[in-house]
C-alpha cells in the first residue's frame, strides 16, 4: 500500500489532484469531510469545542454553526490554534483508523489523503510522500473569491491564517505547480502517478 499526503494551501488545487487520483483508482481520505464528521453532535471533538467556545457557537439545528465560528477563528489566531489543538488529533485518528481498515481488507493500492496541514498531529508520520500542490497568491485568491463567493479581503485572511508556504515546500517530497487550466494540472499529476509507480516496481 502507498499512502501520499495532498497538501496545500487554500485554492492551490489540492482537492481537484485528489480527484484526479480518484480517477486513476486511487481511494481518497478528505480530511475537510472527517472534520465535519468528527465535529457533529454526540462526537468527543463536538464536546471539546463547545466546552471551549461556548454554546452560542451551536447553531438552531443542534449542530455547529460553523459560519459563526469561522468568523471569529479567522480573525483571532489564538483562536484557530485552540481549534485546531482540538480537531486535528481527532482527525488523524480517525484517518488512521480508516488506513487500517483498509489494509485488514488486503488492500494494496494508493491512498491519497486530501489535507490542508500537513506538520501536526501526526500526518507526516502517516504517509509515504507528500505532494504539495503550489499557486501563485494572486492566483489563489481569485479561485477562492470565485469558488466561495468571499470579498478579496476576506480570502486574502484564510490564506493568511493557514501556514506559511515556505513551511509546506518545506515538507515536500513532490511540488505540482498549478497556475494554469485544470487540463494542465491533470498531465502533471497522471505523469507524477505513473513515474513514481514505475520506481516502486
Known amino acids: 500500500m502507498r499512502i501520499i499526503g495532498v497538501t496545500g494551501g487554500i485554492g492551490s488545487g489540492k482537492s481537484t489532484v485528489s480527484r484526479i487520483l480518484e480517477d486513476l483508482g486511487a481511494v481518497v481520505i478528505d480530511a475537510d469531510k472527517i472534520s465535519r464528521e468528527v465535529t457533529s453532535p454526540g ?7 463547545v466546552n471551549c467556545f461556548g454554546e452560542e457557537y ?8 460553523r459560519k459563526k465560528l469561522a468568523a471569529l477563528v479567522f480573525s483571532h489566531p489564538d483562536k484557530l490554534k485552540l481549534l485546531n489543538s482540538i480537531t486535528h488529533k481527532h482527525i488523524i ?21 486530501d489535507a490542508p496541514i500537513p506538520v501536526e498531529h501526526g500526518f507526516l508520520d502517516t504517509v509515504d510522500e507528500v505532494w504539495v500542490v503550489d499557486a501563485e497568491r494572486d492566483v489563489r485568491i481569485k479561485r477562492i473569491m470565485e469558488r466561495s463567493n468571499m470579498s ?14 515556505s513551511d509546506y515546500l518545506a515538507v ?4 505540482i505547480e498549478n497556475n494554469g487550466s485544470v487540463e494542465e494540472l491533470e498531465q502533471k499529476v497522471v505523469k507524477l502517478y505513473f513515474s513514481k509507480s514505475e520506481n516502486r516496481k
Open 58 to 65: 451551536i447553531g438552531q439545528n443542534g449542530q455547529l454553526d
Open 152 to 165: 478579496y479581503e476576506e480570502a486574502v485572511s484564510r490564506i493568511n491564517s493557514q501556514i506559511a508556504q
Open 93 to 113: 485518528d480517525r484517518i488512521l483508523k480508516m488506513i487500517d481498515a483498509k489494509a485488514k481488507e488486503g488492500y494494496n493500492g494508493v491512498i491519497a489523503i
Open 172 to 175: 515536500a517530497n513532490e511540488v
Open 43 to 49: 462526537e468527543q471533538a463536538f464536546n471539546e469545542i
